[in-house]
């Protein structure tokens, strides 16, 4: 069974293989209840954003882990993955600014994905 941290990290690196925008992962646990870790990611365009999300299935899936639950896959503006310990966030660039998940947990821990490539 793969640790939360563990998924987290996963998760962190399928996202940078597609070319996610600024992968950020945060860690919740001394804050709330609702999940241990946010992966917050962007992405260019909904097509994009589909990408990164079946990129994400395919890995958790190869590690036995599969969602509980995926929510705006079809629009792809903002889609959400949820694996109950790790919560994933998919936006396009509107909608990541406009809802700042960064700034509402910033007192949460940022941990580095280990595959994403460095910010040029």
Not at 10 to 39: C, K, M, N, S, W
Not at 57 to 73: A, C, M, Q, W
Not at 81 to 96: K, T
């Amino acid at each position: 069974m793969t640790s939360e941290l563990q998924l987290a990290m996963l998760i962190g690196q399928a996202a940078a293989e597609e070319h996610a925008v600024d992968v950020r992962i945060l860690e919740l646990t001394p804050l709330t209840v609702i999940a241990d870790y946010f992966v917050i990611c962007g992405g260019r365009s909904s097509i994009q954003l589909r990408s990164i999300c079946d990129n994400i299935e395919l890995y958790t899936e190869d590690s036995g882990v599969k969602p509980l639950r995926r929510e705006g896959y079809e629009e792809a503006k903002w889609i959400v993955l949820d694996y109950g310990s790790v919560i994933v966030h998919m936006f396009l660039p509107e909608q990541r600014e406009y809802y700042r998940l960064e700034n509402l947990w910033s007192d949460a821990v940022e941990l580095l994905p280990e595959a994403a490539p460095p910010e040029a």
